[in-house]
């Protein structure tokens, strides 16, 4: 059993920063996914096991941003110019592989906080 542990969840204004992390081992795919009240869960980004990226979320393209640091088995997802419509629940899953559709990964994480408001 894979134990992901999302963390850098928040209350920001808008316009602002917020790093989330999830802690996981390597050599899965890491997909962040967010949900908001009352929506139905959506793909935001999401990291192979073997490099590169992918943004699935059009209104995250420019402003959010997927890494992977291997020496800390940890997967971080930078958001800048956060909007009141960014926010909900945040959360990290690892699958083989990436995909925008949530069923295909394994593991989840207990999800993060993010509420962007002035």
């Known amino acids: 059993q894979l134990h992901l542990v999302e963390s850098g969840g928040g209350l920001v204004q808008p316009g602002e920063s917020l790093k989330l992390s999830c802690a996981a081992l390597n050599g899965f795919a890491i997909g962040w996914f967010r ?4 929506k139905e869960r959506e793909a935001v980004s999401c990291i192979p096991s073997g490099g590169g990226t992918i943004t699935y979320l059009n209104s995250a393209q420019g402003r959010f941003f997927i890494g992977r640091d291997n020496d800390k088995n940890t997967v971080y997802l930078q958001m800048h110019s956060l909007k009141p419509e960014d926010t909900g629940v945040y959360y ?9 559709d949530g069923g295909e990964y394994d593991y989840w994480g207990q999800g993060t906080q993010v509420t962007v408001s002035s």
């Open 35 to 38: 949900q908001a009240p009352g």
């Open 92 to 100: 990290c899953a690892a699958g083989i592989y990436c995909s925008a």
